[in-house]
Nanobody
């Protein structure tokens, strides 16, 4: 298993920005697509964004298009989620996850084998 770990969460005011990072504690992300999910209290986990193994394909849920950007740095073995113009409805625990594939298999959670522990993002004035 990759043993993914997220970092970069925190408290931010509406309109602010955060950058989340996802890195494995062992092995490499090379060869894997990586996705970000989030789960707000009382709601189901939803897919936010996914990037393919080569970084050439990126997918976003409609609610974050134009505000969030996913990227990956092969040299640092890290995937990032840059979140700009944050809104209170973005408040959730954010998880990174990897499927057993180099491509993004959509946002069905059952398609993802490795998950991090999550990082809290709170958007509030």
């Amino acid at each position: 298993q990759l043993r993914l770990a997220e970092s970069g969460g925190g408290l931010v005011q509406p309109g602010g920005s955060l950058r989340l990072s996802c890195a494995p504690s062992q092995y490499t992300l090379e060869g894997y697509a990586v996705a970000w999910f989030r789960q707000a209290p009382g709601k189901e986990r939803e897919g936010v964004s996914c990037i393919s193994q080569a970084g050439t394909y990126k997918d976003y849920v409609d609610s974050v298009k134009g505000r969030f950007t996913i990227s990956r740095d092969t040299a640092k073995n890290t995937v990032y989620l840059q979140m700009d113009n944050l809104k209170p409805e973005d408040t959730a625990i954010y998880y990174c996850a990897a499927p057993s594939a180099y491509y993004c298999p959509g946002f069905d959670v059952s398609r993802y084998n490795d998950w991090g522990q999550g990082t809290q993002v709170t958007v509030s004035a």
